[in-house]
Structure formats: structure tokens, C-alpha cells
């Protein structure tokens, strides 16, 4: 998606509000989804910018936090977003785990979602179980009064099972949130295929119409 927002003109900014892994990913990037999201984007913000909060522990925010000793300051990250959201027109957020993954005791990535106003596009997969995993954040979004532009399935089988090809149809007819696009497993995946499928959906299409250009 950042790949197509950037081919149609549009300044896209980039964060990845918290991250945890085992080791660091380079001297740059302490994140391996901070770097990835940087280089699809050509930005070269800081890291603190992109990705305020990391800790060195595979583990939710809150766990990796109480591991290590540390706290989760969410001021800084609605702070550098707010910086993020200055200086580009469009900023795609990318978030952690699932929308119920604890931040702290009392929020979880949802509440940080809620706070900082962002709408939501939902990955998913045609895979077995895939159906109770999206309806259940699906929900938990409706509750909260999340907007939801969508679902992406990704990695849609080359020769799918019916229980694979039938469930995209299945969670839409059971949530009325809209597909907004199939994407099939690629073997050498990179953002320019995935945006040329993402380019040919109505959902965006619409969202880079209301989008200024440069």
C-alpha cells in the first residue's frame, strides 16, 4: 500500500509504534518491520520517530516491559506520530500482534488505536480459523467505533482448497465489512506486486482520490 500511495504522488509517512523481537536488526533500525516499512516509504527519519517504543524481548509490550524493568511511555508515541503527521500527507501505521495485544495493564493496542484516531485496514488469511481470528477483531473494532476501510486477505493458496477460497466471501457476508482485496502467496514477494493488486481495488482507489498530491 505505501508503494502505491508514493507511485501516485502522495508524501507517505511511516511508523511502527511498538516493536519487540529478540535481537536488534541493525545499527539503524532496532526493528526489522521499522526498516522495511522505512525503505518502502524512502524516509529517512529517525528510528525513535518511526518506532518510539522497542524492547529486546519477544514478548507483548506490557510482558517485555515488566521482564526488563522498563515502562511504556505512550506520550512519546502520540507525540511522534502527531510529528509524523505534520510533515506527510498520509501516514500508515503499522501495529503489533493483534488489536487486543496488552500495552500496558490497562490499554491494549486497540485503546491506541481509539486515542490516536486511526482508521484500520485488517490482514487476515484464507487459512483455517482465519474466520473466528477476523470476526473477533472485526468486533472488538465495532465496539470501540474503530472505522474499519477493510479486509486484505494475503497469501491466498495458488490451487486453494473451498474452505479457502469460500472464506474471504464467508467473513464478509457475516460482518458487512468489505474485501478489499485477495492477494495470492508469491514466492519473491516485493511491495510493487502487492501494490499493483491493492491498486486495482474500488476501497483504494477511493482512499488516493481524497488524498492530496504533490
Not at 183 to 191: E, L
Request: aromatic residues 6%; contains cysteine.
Amino acid at each position: 500500500m505505501i508503494w502505491l500511495l508514493r507511485k501516485n504522488g502522495i508524501k507517505v509517512g511511516v511508523m511502527k509504534p511498538f516493536a519487540t523481537s529478540s535481537e536488534l536488526y541493525s545499527n539503524h533500525y532496532r526493528s526489522n518491520d521499522t526498516a522495511s516499512l522505512a525503505k518502502v516509504a524512502d524516509i529517512k527519519e529517525p528510528d525513535h520517530r518511526l518506532n518510539p517504543i522497542f524492547f529486546q524481548l519477544p514478548a507483548s509490550p506490557l510482558m517485555a516491559a515488566e521482564i526488563l524493568h522498563k515502562t511504556v511511555d505512550l506520550g512519546m508515541v502520540t507525540k511522534e506520530f502527531g510529528s509524523l503527521k505534520k510533515k506527510y500527507d498520509f501516514t500508515v501505521v503499522e501495529g503489533i500482534g493483534g488489536v487486543m495485544v496488552p500495552i500496558t495493564n490497562k490499554i491494549s493496542l486497540l485503546d491506541v488505536m481509539k486515542k490516536m484516531k486511526l482508521p484500520t485496514i485488517i490482514v487476515s488469511t484464507p487459512r483455517l480459523g482465519s474466520i473466528n481470528h477476523t470476526i473477533l477483531t472485526i468486533n472488538a473494532c465495532k465496539v470501540k467505533k474503530i472505522p474499519i476501510l477493510g479486509v486484505i486477505f494475503n497469501q491466498m493458496p495458488k490451487d486453494p482448497s473451498i474452505v479457502e477460497s469460500m472464506t474471504p466471501n464467508y467473513i464478509e457476508t457475516l460482518t458487512d465489512i468489505n474485501t478489499i482485496s485477495v492477494i495470492p502467496f508469491m514466492h519473491n514477494c516485493n511491495f510493487k506486486k502487492v501494490g499493483t493488486y491493492l491498486g486495482k481495488t474500488s476501497t483504494i482507489q477511493k482512499l488516493i482520490s481524497r488524498l492530496p498530491e504533490n
